[in-house]
């Protein structure tokens, strides 16, 4: 944020154009620079045709002779040439006799250009054969004028678009005096040209003498002008550096005094980041992308801990492309404490859409997190209150329902337990989801017959709904998985009720087994109505009930099934989603890991 942006650079660099008059200057200053002190004439050719190139924006650069007319035909030959393939110098070496883009610019003294279409390609010959090997879009064509002389005329092609912008033709313009000032120098320091070149040397020397004096005049007259231009460009880049100077220091201002912790981050320009000061007070010293990995105070972690690795930072992400919103993730600081943080962060664009840095902002949620973890709490105590008087509804429903003679009295009793039951187990489901909010779901992990597992809760299935056939197909050979049977047979116990509300009552439920190459996955499949491809992606969710088919039924349910067997299949280090063909099938799918029992359950 202290150097000047990319944005100010001539063409050919990364970045928005700044303004006209401070991409002139640069452009100047850069091509006096490279042509300073320089004498030989041919080094000299070459340096402008490579600074038209680069300073231009050009895909390829000519320089060629145009001498005065001798004879009534002016000479059109190449001196330089930059990025033109060999191909082309046969073809453009000598436009003498040929109607070219270049001769008319030496002919009537202005620039000259013209898109490449096919009348552009049937009347010049340099167009033609620029295009024929390069595919360009347009040329140009400059004529290098100095004290009234020509003296060649620069030829480039470009690719990019069909017109020349605005801002280009001006500063074609202005390098085209400063190119031609360095020719007229070149030719007084080399021989002077001399049509006679049979006269006898003594008779040479006043007529060199005679040009000579010319070329003082000449240089005399351009100076000032060169001088002049060269100052009103010094002033534009000093004026551009100021005005970005005090541009960059509102960013920064913006960026410390908002209320939310903000970093900027460009990877691309030697990983430079700005961070705001709330975001060094939630580190507690430097961003982690603003120090070395071996020297990071703060890391940012996933919730849970685990640092993340360079490539998965949020900002590094943004650069990509990978932009994320609302994410939490944490800020372990060196003296082992975290603030939970949500992320987001998102690349940052130019008109063209080129990514040219990444913005993050974090915000401090441990007050949020504080009070769910406290919401959560409340609920898991009063679901677990809730079992102890429903335990006692339950038995004494029971026994009365047994001990009574009356059949009223035990119809009733019946109707008491079964309500009971019902209100158990949706206690039992808060107190899940409460465990899985506020993270305090433990597992208890032992080997286990999966298929020994799921053939007991078939079994199970069929006493309880004989009327609602289930059919276990398993594969051989299926190891042991570590996991808790308990709980798997929760999420399957679940899913084949699931399946038994919504299913085809005609139609067998099946249940199968398979194994892959690190994991096992269990399908329970059933013929029915279906589910909406709009409802699969919130199956999960917490208290999702379905809003169209069979759930207009109003069945019972807490709308947290789902969502808890989601919670026990991830904290096994599984999978679990579902498919639906409406009108044809659906299947619910989970998987558990072949590996061995993680420390500490």
């Known amino acids: 944020m202290t150097t000047i942006s990319a944005h100010d650079r001539p063409p050919g660099t990364h970045g928005e154009p700044a303004a006209a008059a401070a991409q002139l200057a640069e452009a100047i200053v850069a091509a006096s620079a490279a042509l300073s002190g320089k004498r030989d004439p041919q080094q ?8 038209a190139t680069r300073l231009l924006g050009a895909d390829l650069s000519l320089l060629h002779d145009a001498r005065a007319p001798a004879d009534g035909v002016r000479a059109i030959r190449l001196l330089a040439s930059s990025g033109a393939p060999s191909a082309l110098h046969g073809a453009l070496g000598d436009l003498t006799s040929s109607a070219s883009l270049a001769l008319l610019a030496a002919e009537s003294r202005r620039v000259e250009h013209a898109a490449a279409d096919d009348a552009a390609l049937e009347r010049f010959a340099d167009v033609r054969a620029i295009e024929t090997c390069l595919k360009v879009r347009w040329v140009l064509a400059a004529p290098l004028l100095a004290a009234g002389r020509l003296l060649g005329v620069l030829t480039c092609a470009f690719g990019g678009r069909s017109a020349p912008p605005a801002e280009l033709l001006p500063r074609v313009q202005a390098l085209g005096a400063l190119f031609a000032l360095a020719l007229a120098s070149a030719e007084r320091e080399g021989e002077p040209r001399d049509e006679r070149e049979g006269e006898p040397r003594d008779e040479r020397k006043p007529r060199r003498a005679v040009v000579a004096a010319a070329a003082s005049a000449e240089a005399a007259e351009a100076q ?18 100021a005005r970005l100077a005090a541009e960059q220091q509102w960013l920064r201002s913006i960026i410390e005094g908002f209320p939310v912790a903000i970093a900027v981050f460009d990877e691309r320009g030697g990983r430079s980041l700005l961070a705001s000061r709330r975001c060094e007070q939630l580190c507690d010293g430097p961003h ?45 600081r060196s003296d082992g404490s975290h603030i939970p943080v949500v992320v987001s962060a998102g690349p940052v664009r130019d008109d063209h859409g080129t990514i040219l840095g990444a913005i993050a902002s974090y915000e401090d949620v441990t007050h949020f997190i504080e009070r769910e973890r406290l919401r959560e709490e409340w609920l898991s105590i009063v679901a677990h209150d809730l079992k102890q008087p429903l335990t006692a509804i339950t038995a004494c429903a029971g026994m009365l329902s047994r001990r009574s003679e009356a059949a009223d009295v035990r119809g009733w009793s019946r109707k008491i337990l079964a309500s009971a039951q019902r209100i158990e187990r949706m206690a039992e489901d808060l107190l899940d989801a409460s465990k899985l909010e506020a993270r305090r779901f433990s597992l208890d992990r032992q080997p286990m017959d999966l298929c020994a597992q799921l053939r007991a809760a078939v079994e ?11 059919v276990l197909a398993a594969e051989e050979g299926v190891p042991l998985v570590h996991a808790d049977a308990a709980r798997v047979d929760q999420v399957v116990g679940n899913l084949l009720l699931n399946a038994a509300k919504y299913g085809d009552p005609s139609a067998p439920t099946r249940v199968t087994l398979s194994r892959g190459e690190a994991e096992v996955e269990v399908a329970i499949e059933n013929r029915g109505p279906g589910i909406h491809p709009d409802e699969l992606p919130k199956l999960f969710q917490r208290f999702q009930r379905l809003t169209s088919g069979p759930s207009r039924r109003n069945l019972p349910g807490t709308g947290l099934g789902l969502y808890i067997c989601k919670g026990i299949i991830e904290a096994h280090g599984g999978r679990i989603w579902a498919r639906s063909a409406p009108d044809e099938t659906t299947s619910f799918h989970f998987t558990l890991p072949l590996s061995e029992p993680s420390q500490g359950g």
Request: aromatic content about 2%.
């Open 288 to 332: 982690p992308l603003a120090t070395p990995t071996s020297a990071r105070r703060a890391l940012l972690c996933a919730p849970g801990g685990r640092p993340l690795l360079h490539h998965e930072m949020p900002l590094v992400r943004a650069a990509r492309g990978q932009g994320m919103t609302c994410e939490e993730l944490w800020f372990r």
């Open 44 to 51: 000299i050719h070459d340096i402008i045709v490579e600074q």
């Open 460 to 470: 199970l299935a069929n006493m309880e709904r004989p009327e609602r056939a289930v």
């Open 224 to 241: 000032p002008r060169a001088e002049a231009l060269l100052r009103d460009a010094q002033s534009a880049l000093h004026e551009a550096n």
